[in-house]
């Protein structure tokens, strides 16, 4: 299937974008590409 057939994808919660901030914080000490400002606070 293309992507104009997929349905849009829901909104991600508070915790779920507080626990992807936290698992690109941890993989920023390795990995600098990881570095981005917080997703949480969009």
Do not use: M, V
């Amino acid at each position: 299937t293309s992507d104009r057939q997929r349905k849009p994808a829901g909104t991600l919660t508070a915790k779920a974008k507080e626990e992807i901030d936290y698992l690109l914080a941890r993989l920023a000490r390795t990995d600098a590409r990881a570095k981005l400002p917080p997703f949480a606070a969009e």
